[in-house]
């Protein structure tokens, strides 16, 4: 299994989402709406063709450090949107549907 991490994306300053980041953010709430369960961390890496689970967490936690995502500890599709991530989440999805489709 190749282990190979995305390359590092350099966003806007002021700690704001990377376009990566909203994608997944969208992802995530999209996912959530459809299928009352967030995804899984494999099911982000098969959907955005990452390689490694690390790639995934990396997204996550970056989300979680912007407070547009909570999570449990050791608590499987735990993820929950924020109120302002719920919104940047549906902005990003109103002018990218494409989202959902990859």
Known sequence: MNCQR??????P????PTGRQLEVLAYVHAYKQANEMA????????????????AAWDHL????????LTRRAKA????RLTESGKALAQAYLSAH????HG
């Not at 936690?61 to 547009?68: A, F, I, K, N, V």
């Not at 549907?97 to 959902?100: C, N």
């Open 6 to 11: 995305p390359l590092p994306e350099h966003g």
């Open 13 to 16: 300053s002021g700690g704001a």
């Open 39 to 54: 995804p899984s961390a494999r099911e982000l890496c098969t959907r955005f063709g990452w390689s490694s689970l690390n």
């Open 61 to 68: 936690s970056r989300l979680e450090q912007l407070r547009l």
């Open 76 to 79: 499987a599709r735990s993820l």
């Open 97 to 100: 549907p494409e989202v959902l």
